[in-house]
């Protein structure tokens, strides 16, 4: 199949303030570029988009590892989730601290144990015995983020305007030259939530799903409502009806606006290498590659191409 491989990436549905959008842009064309390398060297689409994620985790321009936004005690608790579309065999953590990269270590839940989550104290303790060593929570902290987290404090805050104010989940998809999807997203969460909360990402179906028989997706938003429509699975239930891509996306972003007023933006992909990435907020960061193009855009529409080799 010539339209294989491909990765689709994302940095988080929202409003990117001005001054934050080119290094978004670089940062989401960065992990797809990285995701690209190990698809073109016929690395799995799990290895791709864990590699992806990992990057923008790394990457303190976005809300998911350093970057991540803070609980309304002033902490760092991180949801991540991976899923593998040939076995459907997905990992995922929650609320966990003190970790540099949430998605790996969801994928080890994934491949290590014979559950699907491990959350807060327990999936700190899986970490210890992977011998994944912790960080402080410092290290995962950014003035910018330490900045919004004082001046959302105020009680009359909206946490829906806070959130979509601070956008930066990130999450990938991918499908490799045996036509095996995966998917992979990770988050610090909202800003001031509730500590112990569980947000969609870590939730399979929500935060992103895989089925090799359909495709895969990874998602951003307001969580809540995310949960509240089962947003990925959603996507692909469309696909399964004969939608494309694009227009299951679409259907439904639309839906979760239409019913409980939700926000939010995906990336999705079929086996065949069809991809999209759609929002219903003002701005989505993403960034593909598929056969040595790289695509790319912020503002809801936007769609850049150049040569993989073209600086960025
Ligand atoms: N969906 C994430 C959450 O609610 C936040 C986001 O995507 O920005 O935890």
Redesign the pocket.
Same mark, same amino acid.
């Given at each position: 199949m010539d339209r294989l491989p491909v990765v689709v990436v994302h940095g988080?549905?929202?409003n990117i303030p001005k001054e934050r959008s080119d290094k978004s842009r670089s940062g989401v064309c960065s992990a797809a570029r990285a995701g690209y390398v190990i698809l073109q060297k016929g690395g799995s689409s799990m290895d791709a988009v864990v590699e992806a994620v990992t990057q923008l985790e790394n990457n303190p321009i976005f809300?998911a590892g350093c970057g991540s936004v803070l609980t309304a005690g002033g902490e760092v608790e991180m949801?991540a989730i991976v899923m593998d579309g040939k076995t459907l065999a997905s990992g995922a953590v929650s609320a966990v601290r003190n970790i540099a990269n949430p998605v790996q270590l969801a994928r080890l839940v994934m491949e290590k144990t014979s559950h699907i989550c491990l959350t807060a104290h327990g999936a700190n303790q899986f970490a210890r015995v992977m011998r994944i060593p912790e960080v402080p929570q410092e290290s995962l902290i950014t003035e910018y983020s330490r900045m919004r987290w004082k001046k959302n404090l105020a009680p009359a805050a909206n946490p829906v305007e806070c959130?979509m104010g601070k956008? #930066?989940?990130v999450g990938a998809v991918a499908v490799d030259i045996d036509g095996n999807v995966a998917c992979a997203t990770s $988050?610090g &969460?909202?800003l001031n939530k509730m500590e112990g909360r569980v &947000?969609? $990402?870590s939730c399979i179906g929500c &935060?992103g799903y895989a089925d090799n028989q359909v495709g895969a997706v990874s $998602? $951003? #938003?307001?969580?809540?409502a995310?949960m509240t429509v089962t947003l990925a699975r959603l996507i692909l239930f469309h696909m399964e009806q004969g939608q494309s891509v694009e227009e299951a996306s679409d259907l439904a972003l639309a839906y979760m606006k239409s019913r409980v007023q939700g926000l939010?933006g995906v990336v999705t992909l079929d086996p065949q290498g069809h991809w999209a990435a759609r929002c219903s907020s003002l701005q989505l960061a993403w960034a593909a590659v598929q056969k040595d193009t790289l695509h790319y855009g912020i503002n809801s529409g936007e769609h850049f191409t150049q040569g993989l080799d073209e600086p960025h």
């Open positions: 988080g549905a929202g809300n949801d959130q956008m #930066g989940t $988050t &969460g909202l &947000g969609d $990402t &935060g $998602t $951003t #938003g307001h969580g809540e995310i939010g």
